[in-house]
């Protein structure tokens, strides 16, 4: 592998153990934004501080499904226009912080490495101050995404009951798996029309990890 393409080394199990959680998944249109809100509200309503930020560094969209027109986003940050901090705004009615990504540019999915790690750690400390933090990443197992899984003690792995969704869900399961062991990963299966598909969706991926990475999330 391109060593300009590799995510840094991931961090202990230890060091992962944190409040920020992950909604990821291998193929796009399987409603990660949808569970990223869904989860923040109701975190939010459960009196938890809650940031959601936007991960998607290639199509960002967060701020056009909650109705939002930053005057600030992460393209500020990424430029050295704004410190990560002073790009949060508040989503009154839903009662959390936001996180904007440049929705619709497409600029940031090439942010440099080095310039990736930066912003990882500026989001783990800025985390200090909330309950939780939602990161509402991209889809796929680009570096990036991979990059910012590393940095979370929870990833939440979407997916549906069509088989390339199963196929790249697994990919991403796998991916993390090996580069960062001991990852808390865990499957959620949308989109079900019952909750005997749901568990047959979900029966579909576990057994699929448990026959060739030995694990068994939940």
Not at 160 to 182: N, Q, R, V
Request: negative net charge; aromatic residues 4%.
């Amino acid at each position: 592998m391109n060593p300009s393409l590799a995510p840094a080394p991931c961090p202990s199990v230890q060091a992962r153990e944190n409040n920020l959680i992950a909604i990821a998944s291998g193929k796009g249109g399987v409603g990660k934004t949808w569970l990223a809100i869904s989860l923040a509200h109701a975190l939010a309503k459960s009196s938890l501080r809650v940031l959601l930020f936007d991960g998607d560094l290639g199509l960002a969209n967060l701020d056009i499904q909650l109705g939002l027109m930053p005057k600030h986003d992460l393209g500020n940050v990424i430029t050295g226009q704004l410190t990560l901090n002073q790009s949060v705004m508040s989503f009154d009615d839903g009662g959390f912080d936001v996180i904007a990504g440049r929705s619709g540019s497409g600029g940031l999915s090439d942010i440099p490495a080095s310039r990736l790690q930066i912003l990882g750690d500026d989001l783990l400390l800025m985390a200090s101050g909330y309950d939780k933090v939602i990161l509402d990443l991209s889809a796929g197992v680009e570096r990036t995404v991979r990059q910012l899984t590393h940095k979370v003690g929870t990833c939440l792995v979407l997916a549906t009951d069509e088989p390339t969704s199963l196929t790249d869900a697994y990919a991403f399961i796998k991916i993390t798996h090996m580069e960062c062991p001991g990852a808390d990963i865990r499957i959620i299966v949308n989109m079900a029309n019952s909750i005997r598909e749901g568990e047959r969706t979900y029966n579909t991926l576990l057994k699929a990890c448990e026959g060739f990475l030995k694990i068994s999330p939940p």
